[in-house]
């Protein structure tokens, strides 16, 4: 009679070891690994915005991606960026990345291909970051804002496609106000609270 108890005892015991174990992993996991999304609105106006001299004028249609190394919201659109670049980079699309002053990391590698700009004339007035500016063949501003609304950027929620498919086929896209509510990181240093209400 003793042998049947020892087991089940040691079984339940075991059951009850590992249940810890697992909690224990799934919570260090939610706390390293998941954040909370607190939706936050921006308003993102271009009107400061310029390209640099050597990049001014007519040319080819110019996106630039205004990144934060330290924003979380960065995860949600960087398999689309890189997305972006498989598509658009063939047709003559240039990629270039302004980089959140004073910070210090890099892109991860499928991202390899954009070229960074140092000075951005305008970059220090943008309110929150992932951002991004395309310039026209032209050379005019044609859309500043975010990727799309909500947490993560995908093609099938994206704000970029439609307009690199326009300015694409010639047609005129002016957009450089946007109103958008997501996953967005102050751009301004200091101020690394976040986009609030």
């Known amino acids: 009679m003793r042998q049947p108890y020892r087991t089940t ?3 339940s015991l ?3 070891i590992c249940a810890a174990v697992l909690w224990s992993a799934y919570d260090w996991f939610q706390g390293r690994y998941l954040r909370a999304f607190s939706e936050h609105t921006a308003m993102f106006s271009g009107d400061a915005l310029q390209l640099p001299e050597e990049l001014a004028g007519p040319g080819a249609i110019r996106l630039v991606h205004f990144w934060d190394p330290a924003c979380p919201c960065n995860v949600g659109n960087q ?3 890189a997305e972006l670049i498989e598509t658009y980079g063939p047709r003559g699309v240039e990629f270039y990345a302004v980089q959140k002053p004073g910070s210090h ?14 000075n951005l004339p305008g970059a220090e007035q943008i309110p929150a970051s992932p951002a991004v500016a395309i310039w026209d063949r032209n050379g005019q501003l044609a859309y500043f804002g975010p990727y799309s609304e909500g947490l993560t950027c995908n093609s099938s929620n994206s704000f970029i496609e439609p307009i690199l498919q326009a300015l694409q086929e010639e047609r005129g896209v002016s957009a450089t106000h946007t109103l958008a509510v997501g996953c967005y990181c102050p751009w301004a240093s200091g101020n690394d609270q976040g986009i609030h209400d």
């Open 79 to 81: 398999q689309h960026l």
């Open 9 to 11: 005892l040691l079984a």
């Open 105 to 118: 990391d890099r892109l991860p590698g499928n991202l390899d291909r954009l070229k960074p700009l140092h």
């Open 14 to 16: 075991l059951v009850l």
